[in-house]
């Protein structure tokens, strides 16, 4: 008993092999079948266990019933056909006590439950095997979205707990299933120049501390542990730029039928290391410039001197290198990891919308909101002292200078790192659209039921992409100017003087 169902998919036909469905008034299926069976070697496994139930003949229906759903017709009408409710109720119940004999239980992907509901008296199976012209099934039509079915090429080991659009072992394919080669490519040099420039300013930011480590004391020291943060969030993208797809994908498997494929999970040793990396320096930062405009805070409002606050910076250490750690092991045991084959890195939240939502947006979105706000007060606090505390010109231009250089530098992080929520909240909005876009463009190739009255289509712009990733970056660069003075200059030339003493 069929239920003819429309379908936007184009199955390529293929003759019956299936010994048990030689003999039906079709002769051609089509693979996957609606079990996901990949080949019809699969499906006739699967039908070995209800072979002696056959040949007993416990129902008549039986046979049409897992013909259907092993061995589905192909027609030209491009039309997929499910079995009524019913029938598959009348093959379980004739035949549940041969079943029981020998020790046969029903599948789970069997349910009758899944199967429609025709709604009509119960014909013979026979007869409506034969009914699958449109013109004789018109009031048993019937439209339906079957979901996303991985593709054989994208399917991976169930060991290795991958995941992709909601299917367990299935992994995206690489190169990235939205752009094109040149604009991956053209992506991957951009990523790699801005990564430079960004290791430089984040390097020199660094030396300059080391040169004179007494300089750079509270409330301004957190600027350095900033700077080693994004030193190594760019050194990260670095690695990414020379490693290419290597680590960030899968290789493919011509012989298992197996495309290349996002790597997932901790089983790269290669990709965790470069998810570790980049993951807790980029929080390390973000916390590091909260606990900066902490130390602002404690400066301006309750008037701690420099001794004062470095009394707390144990306290800080543990906050700004402990929480990015939970955070990092957490995702870890989640298995969370994700390669990232525009960029060449790993990295989370790039496939997963629930991930990206809580691993990402929330720790950003708190950290702004908290920096912002004691930003805020400081600010407010120091003019007020400039305001009502009468003091001499020279120091008057000192406190100004410094209300303006905190300024400037939290304008300089602010900018970016807002335009990379923006950006993520964009993407977590439109991921659904464009992962339903992917599937309607390449279900006729991977033959897979293509996507049911898809109300939006839409796909991601590269520069969205490229805007995040030079955010992400750029973020970095603005602890370069709190040390670009003249002081700075003279540092590095009698640094640099000395050592050729020396030589």
């Not at 266990?49 to 259907?68: E, G, I, T």
Request: charge should be neutral.
């Amino acid at each position: 008993a069929f239920l003819c169902l429309s379908s936007h998919s184009a199955f390529a036909c293929e003759p019956i092999a299936l010994r048990m469905c030689q003999d039906l008034p079709y002769n051609t299926t089509f693979m996957p079948n609606l079990l996901n069976h990949y080949d019809q070697q699969t499906a006739a496994l699967a039908m070995e266990p209800f072979h002696p139930m056959v040949n007993l003949q416990c129902s008549p229906d039986l046979r049409p019933f897992l013909c259907a759903l092993h061995a589905p017709v192909c027609t030209e009408y491009g039309r997929v056909s499910l079995p009524c409710r019913s029938l598959c109720l009348q093959a379980q119940h004739d035949c549940q006590k041969l079943m029981d004999m020998f020790g046969v239980a029903w599948p789970e992907e069997m349910d009758c439950n899944r199967f429609p509901d025709c709604h009509e008296s119960y014909p013979r199976a026979v007869d409506l095997i034969a009914s699958t012209e449109p013109t004789d099934q018109s009031s048993l039509t019937v439209q339906r979205d079957y979901g996303f079915w991985c593709p054989r090429e994208l399917k991976m080991e169930p060991e290795l707990s991958y995941s992709f659009l909601g299917v367990r072992d299935c992994s995206p394919p690489c190169p990235n299933m939205y752009f094109r080669h040149d604009e991956l490519n053209f992506a991957r040099y951009f990523i790699g120049v801005v990564s430079i420039v960004c290791l430089s300013a984040t390097l020199f930011t660094f030396l300059t501390f080391l040169i004179d480590v007494t300089r750079f004391r509270y409330p301004e020291r957190p600027i350095i542990f900033y700077a080693v943060c994004y030193m190594m969030v760019s050194l990260v993208f670095f690695l990414g730029f020379l490693l290419g797809d290597r680590v960030a994908c899968n290789a493919a498997s011509p012989g298992q039928y197996r495309a290349s494929t996002v790597t997932q999970g901790s089983h790269n040793k290669a990709c965790t290391l470069l998810f570790m990396g980049l993951y807790f320096f980029t929080m390390a930062g973000s916390v590091w410039w909260v606990i900066l405009t902490i130390t602002w805070f404690l400066a301006a409002v309750p008037k701690w001197g420099s001794e004062a606050i470095e009394k707390k910076a144990l306290l800080f250490h543990a906050s700004a290198w402990g929480v990015p750690g939970a955070l990092t092991v957490t995702l870890l045991a989640m298995n969370k990891i994700e390669g990232d084959n525009v960029s060449g890195v790993c990295f989370v939240g790039l496939y997963d919308v629930a991930a990206l939502r809580w691993f990402l947006l929330a720790p950003l979105c708190l950290d702004v909101l908290v920096g912002v706000v004691l930003l805020l007060a400081g600010i407010v606090a120091l003019n007020r002292v400039r305001m009502e505390i009468p003091l001499e010109k020279e120091n008057q231009d000192k406190l100004v200078k410094f209300m303006i250089r905190i300024g400037v530098f939290s304008v300089l992080y602010l900018v970016p790192l807002l335009v990379v929520i923006g950006c993520y909240f964009y993407e977590q909005s439109y991921r659904s659209v464009w992962e339903t876009t992917w599937v309607q463009e390449r279900c006729r190739e991977y033959h897979i039921p293509c996507p049911y009255q898809v109300e939006q289509t839409s796909r991601p712009d590269l520069v969205l992409f490229l805007m995040k990733y030079l955010m992400v970056l750029v973020v970095g660069i603005p602890s370069v100017f709190w040390v670009g003075s003249k002081k700075t200059c003279f540092e590095w030339a009698s640094f640099l003087h000395g050592r050729r003493r020396k030589e």
